[in-house]
């Protein structure tokens, strides 16, 4: 958000009521979500930032339906980490 600030010159407090009008004229969740086919192909994704300090790594995994678009799962955490995919996946 600071990087948008920035760029466009106004407060936080200014961005952030923009957000929420944008938030509220989108269509509710459940009306824009593409149901799931048996032939849908899933691609894993990763990156990794680090939180206030480079020793303090974080991974962000996602999975993606190649059809749609649309991240079916993900896992924030650190590398160390052994998530069970089944459960995340079950969500």
Do not use: N, Y
């Not at 952030?16 to 593409?34: D, G, K, Q, Y």
């Not at 680090?50 to 339906?65: N, P, S």
């Amino acid at each position: 958000m600071r990087g948008v600030q920035r760029a466009l010159g106004v407060k936080r407090h200014t961005l952030a009521l923009w957000l929420l009008e944008l938030i509220a004229r989108l269509p509710a969740f459940r009306t824009s979500v593409e149901p799931a086919r048996s032939d849908d192909v899933l691609e894993l994704d990763e990156l990794w930032s680090f939180v206030g300090k480079r020793q303090q790594k974080r991974w962000l995994w996602v999975a993606l339906c190649r059809r749609t678009r649309q991240i079916v799962a993900f896992i924030i955490g650190d590398r160390s980490a052994k998530p069970s995919v089944e459960a995340s996946l079950s969500k």
